[in-house]
């Protein structure tokens, strides 16, 4: 390789990792504004604002689900296996909602610490199977983990 | 091998050289890409298993993560035409790029559409402003961005120049698209597959999604070859082989 273009291509190296560590250090500061939501932990210690909308996040906790006779109005909680957090929701679910799923709703936090949503999404997780292979492994109790935060501490046993 | 591969890169780099080679390799990838789109689509979407949650819907996957894969393959394709055209100054590499980009937006495209359409049944939305979907969006916008800026800028070594250079600092977004799901909440899963683990999904799910994927890759030499082809003859117009070429014909 000549010296001219070896110095072209350390250009090239420098000018990508400067970019990079500008873009890195900008994505850094604010990650708070491009995390989706606010994971139950974060709510609980009084991180995400109260005055305006938020999006919460987490697992539908099994069994805490409560449907209204009368109406569509239905409660539940979300956890990121350290802290819950109640959800009100008087609209159609998606499909996809169930115990034990990730969602992530939209709403605010009234008095009580509890989110009112006005939309509520489903999370789908990385893992795809045959009907039949859930069946077995629900049987086996060896259903893997669909909580948003599975990867983050996997670590944890839980 | 090493003295092959070599040899093949510098012939490449000849105009002239490239048209003639690249002639043979055509239908080689165009055939692949029937078999491979043909036996991937069928299995994919007839007889692959549906998904215990998402039922029939899941099939979307065997468009979507493929053109997913190479929206952000061909962006990294792109950048390093780009600093082979800059650092060693083969002209070829600037009309590889210029037939890349084209194919890379209208996957990236397809990603972002497939993904919408999946969203609704699933998620309950078609667009979320989530790490992963508005990074796709950007390298929407960085491939368009490249397109563009050949058209605008005169003469052509100029535009090249410019375009391999947005290139080079757009491949930064590539890490962020791949890592976004693990660094922020997203709305949008994990990835299925990871080099390091097994997938998250049986054999008689990823075998038809793998492919789906090589034909994908089939498609895309055929296309680059295609217009390469094509940009090669319009650029050279003036030499003596292309004159000839088209006085035989």
Request: net charge positive; proline share 5%; charged share 15%.
């Amino acid at each position: 390789m000549t010296p001219k273009r070896k110095q072209k291509l350390w250009l090239l190296g420098l000018m990508l990792v400067g970019i990079s560590l500008a873009v890195g250090l900008t994505l850094n500061a604010l990650s708070a504004n491009i995390n989706l939501f606010y994971a139950p932990t974060q709510i609980a210690a009084g991180d995400a604002p109260k005055d305006r909308q938020i999006r919460a996040g987490g697992m539908v906790v099994e069994g805490s689900v409560k449907r209204d006779p009368d109406s569509l109005l239905v409660r539940f909680a979300v956890t990121d296996h350290n802290e819950d957090i109640w959800i009100t929701y008087d609209k159609i679910l998606p499909d996809l909602f169930r115990e034990g799923q990730g969602v992530v709703a939209v709403g605010h936090l009234n008095d009580q610490n509890e989110l009112v949503a006005s939309q509520v999404l489903a999370r789908h997780d990385e893992n795809y199977m045959p009907p039949e292979v859930a069946e077995a492994l629900k049987a086996a109790g060896k259903m893997p983990d669909h909580s948003p935060f599975a990867k983050k501490n996997s670590s944890d046993d839980y | 091998m090493w003295k092959w591969l070599k040899t093949l890169y510098h012939r490449l780099g000849s105009p002239k050289w490239f048209y003639q080679i690249t002639g043979s390799w055509l239908p080689w990838f165009a055939g692949a890409a029937v078999v491979f789109l043909g036996v991937g689509l069928v299995w994919g979407l007839a007889f692959a298993p549906a998904d215990y949650q998402q039922g029939n819907s899941f099939r979307i996957i065997y468009i979507h993560v493929p053109a997913a894969f190479l929206a952000q393959s061909v962006y990294i394709m792109m950048a390093v035409a780009g600093v082979v055209l800059l650092v060693w100054k083969m002209k070829m590499a600037d009309v590889v790029a210029q037939s890349l980009a084209p194919f890379g937006a209208t996957m990236t495209f397809l990603a972002l559409l497939t993904g919408a359409i999946w969203g609704v049944p699933t998620w309950g939305t078609w667009w979320m402003w989530d790490a992963r979907l508005t990074s796709m969006l950007i390298l929407f916008f960085l491939y368009l961005g490249v397109i563009a800026l050949r058209e605008a800028l005169q003469p052509q070594e100029v535009a090249a120049k410019a375009c391999a250079l947005l290139a080079i600092v757009g491949v930064i977004n590539i890490p962020i698209i791949k890592y976004s799901v693990d660094w922020w909440y997203t709305l949008h899963q994990p990835a299925t597959f990871t080099l390091t683990e097994k997938p998250a999904m049986p054999a008689s799910m990823w075998v038809p999604l793998l492919i789906m994927l090589l034909g994908f890759y089939a498609l895309l030499g055929w296309s680059v070859i295609l217009r390469a082809r094509a940009e090669v003859l319009k650029r050279e117009y003036k030499a003596g082989w292309v004159k000839e070429l088209l006085q035989r014909k």
